[in-house]
């Protein structure tokens, strides 16, 4: 069964050579493939995790950005245009575009607003009332810069607090999930056929959802 998905999925994104070794990695080895997925997905999870983390910051750098291009004598267009170059952790290409294009403030404000995580519906409104009334913004957006910071501090504060949760989740749940792996790699481990591997299945079950259910109380803090 686990062949005839693999096979499915290299046919489905084509021969590229990462699917073909992870296809041969899984023939071969299966413990090999399983430890192999769970690093690619520890590897990009972390990865994601990173970038989310730097969005408050790239969010105060562009409003910071936006604020002295006003202070210059830009109008609130031609700002966002110029400061989305100062943060390129954000997805600002659909907001420069539809500036760039002259479309309505209210589009370019609504694009605005879904870029920004942080201060999205705040620097959404600011945008337009600027742009409708033609007044002064630069005050507003420093505001709005310094709260995403504080917004970035924040959190920074709530990982420091609960390291010793995360780290104790990965000691409880991975710790036992990996020397396993790492016994089936050796041929040593645990038989996954009968009754003992049924036990062996549901043990690591009951540890991983353990750790999801540690990972999200500490989440919510």
Known sequence: MLMAVLVALVLAFGP?????AILAVAYVSPPGFLV????WAAFHGARRTHARRQLPRAEADFLRAMAAEIEAGA???????????RAPD???GPVVRTAVTGRQADEVSQRLGSALPINGRLASAAYLMVAETGASASAAFSGLAVRAADAGDLERERRVLTTQARVSAWVVGGVPIGVTLALMLVGRGPSLHGPAGTMTVLGIGLICAGAVVVWLMVRNQ
Request: overall charge negative; glycine content about 8%; cysteine-free.
């Open 16 to 20: 590229h050579p990462v699917a073909a």
């Open 90 to 92: 954000l997805d600002l």
């Open 36 to 39: 192999l997925a769970g690093g």
């Open 75 to 85: 109008s609130i267009r031609q700002a966002v245009i110029a400061a989305a170059d």
